[in-house]
């Protein structure tokens, strides 16, 4: 069963942005939300179907994520962004009851176990991007061509009128 969409945008993506502080917050937040329309169905599945390695309701890949790391928020630069993004990565208490340290579990994980963690993540995939997301939020189809172009790339199985019909059957 899909995550509500109004719980979903207004507990979490919402706040998650506005945390970010990151340009153009209701491109954004619709760009986020249509990801999740049509990536995961808003939730229907957490990792990805035929066994690939994505994960989440974004879908997101591992290597992805650890590009997100590597080639932009590991710069030191980018230090304090960094420390937002991670400020959402959860304890896990398996490994804080073994260890004693509180440590966290790997990122990936934390994918599909996380929310504001994995709508963080997308943010800052879409937010590298090299063009500007489109100017205007409502524009189903400009957001689904900017997804297509820079989430899941030109060679992905994913079309840019996939992402529109899965947006207007699950976000309205």
Known sequence: MPINPDQLRTLVVRPVLAALD?????VAENLIMGTAAH????????KQVGGGPAMGIYQMEPATLNDCYENYLDYSSRAALKAKV???LAVSPALASSTGSG????KASQLATNLAYATAMCRIRYYRAPAAMPSDPNDINALAAY???YYNTPLGAGTPEQFVADYQRYIG
């Open 103 to 106: 440590d966290q579990p790997d």
């Open 39 to 46: 990536e995961s169905h808003l939730g229907d599945f957490i």
């Open 86 to 88: 991670d400020a959402y």
């Open 147 to 149: 997804w297509k172009q």
């Open 22 to 26: 990151l340009s153009a917050p209701d």
